[in-house]
């Protein structure tokens, strides 16, 4: 089953970062049916992700929270906006996680935001942020600012859009080229005298 | 088993004071704790190398020779030498002469550094440090065993003819670890040549360390230095005792909080559990060290963090008077159920008896240069 992992920035409770993060999540369903789906809250994150800037290793929940990613098919990421562009809790998540691990993985950008006025905030923040990662981006990012849950100007629209571009990505292989991990490395090791060969250029 | 302690020759404000020991006081206090060690009877004393402030260990072989000169049994060795830095031909200048002086009473433990202006300022690049780490290697296990090397490479200039002087102690050079948190190709290394392989083992959990560990292992056999249970293991630690727990804790506590590495991040309590760092009383630390076997299998040297994060002189030698105190018991620990086919780490009175033993039993001459680099399975 395709593994669908969701990542919502949101602080408040209710959130409507996470209230997005659902519709994409439920229009995404719509479109490919059954996902096993895993939402990965980062607010009770906070001090982990602290910690792990610190220390230089996750702690157990961390480590949770990175396997989920690592396993999976397609992400729906979603921040709020905070001072023109993603929330600082957002970036240290993205910031903590293993080298590599979304390179050529579908990645469905959303973000809220108070004000409509900060509606190009996936295009000048998320989109740069991880193209540097080597995600596969859905060409629609979902942006809802307060007023579109009332007077939906076309949210709903946005949100099937976006779920159908990133159900008509799924299961194409990308061909990436990433470095071994180390763990690829630990089961698989590079003979030492490749090492060496490599070593001398 | 060698049972000791390594340092990294932090100079760190006491949090406790706000007083921040000179580097005269440091390194005088490297030089006290290391004697204090000897006393107490720990097998080794291991001093750091780092070129950049807050640290004052530049000049490992310096302060181990003065060291070793005021010891009598201790083993001196290093937490790390630098050998993507340091030109090889320096290292087999420099720890040459130190175990000519010391007579044998010492080895060393190569490390990559992982601080990025360091390798600029030696005329290196970072982001090439495990080939660095491989090549520069390379070239000083050959200054150490061959007489006349002709070498070429990418990081020094060439060397024609060149023998180094002086030649190792009774043709046998010092023994060799190679320390890495995270980087299979160095414990990959480490097996290739069938060297020792350390984890620095505190900072981080002991997931990565026996993650290295077996990796290492199972490399040391695949390259026929041994069965992998043979292989030469070290481990750091870091420890905090007091006769009672609380104790400890209530004293440890503001040098772990403010503490270079880990300070103002988890509390003490979380990272004891996603570290092998314990604080407590004597008879806890003994239980949780000597069940770092249980994820690395029996192994030869543990190595103690004692001086570190601003803990003055006065404590860091209290807490190896009460290491002293129970180093029986930890030896007694660590001697029950090792199995008689594991290997003791290798000294250099042992490397030149296999070397002896190789020699009168008509092995091949490839066999004779195994058995003296301390590897004696090599002809079994």
Known sequence: MTRLVVISAGLSA??????????????????????????????????????????????????????????????????????????????????????????????????TAGSGRHSLVIEHALRPLFAYLRAVIVPTGVFAATDDFGRDADLSGRITRAARELAGMLGRQLAVNRPRSVEEEFADPTPFEELMRRAGG | MQLGIFSVGDVTTDPTTGRTPTEHERIKAQVTIAKKADEIGLDVAAVGQHHNPPFVASAPTTTMAWIAAQTENILLSTSTTLITTTDPVRIAEDYGTLQHLTDGRMDLMLGRGNTGPVYPWFGKDIREGVNLAIENYALLHRLWTEEIVDWEGRFRTPLQGFTVTPQPLDGVPPFVWHGSIR????????????????????????????????????????????????????????????????????????????????????????????????????QEFLERTLGFRDYVGDYQRQLFLVDHAGLPLKTVLEQLDLLGEILPDLRAGYAEGRPADVPEAPTHASMVAARDAAVAAGAPEADVVAAAEGHEEASA
């Open chain 2, 183 to 282: 980087t299979p190709e160095i414990a990959e290394q480490a097996a290739y040549y069938g060297d020792g392989f350390f984890h620095n083992h505190i900072f981080w959990p002991a997931s990565h360390t026996k993650q290295m560990v077996d990796f290492y292992r199972r490399r040391f056999e695949h390259y026929g230095h041994g069965a992998a249970n043979q292989a030469i293991v070290g481990l750091g630690g870091q420890f905090f005792i007091r006769p009672n727990s609380q104790d400890a804790v209530r004293e440890f506590r503001p040098y772990f909080d403010n503490a270079p590495v880990y300070g103002h991040g988890p509390s003490l309590e979380d990272f004891s559990t996603q570290t092998p760092l314990t604080v407590g009383s004597p």
């Open chain 1, 14 to 111: 209710p959130s409507s970062t996470r209230l997005l993060a659902d519709r994409l999540t439920e229009a995404v369903v719509r479109e490919i049916g059954p996902v096993e789906i895993d939402v990965i809250e980062l607010r009770p994150l906070a001090r982990p992700l602290a910690d792990q800037m610190l220390t230089g290793f996750p702690g157990p929940e961390l480590q949770e929270a990175f396997d989920a990613v690592a396993a999976a098919d397609a992400l729906v990421v979603v921040t709020p906006v905070f001072s023109a562009s993603y929330s600082g809790l957002f970036k240290m998540f993205i910031d903590a996680l293993p080298r590599d691990v979304l390179t050529g993985k579908p990645v469905l950008l959303g973000a």
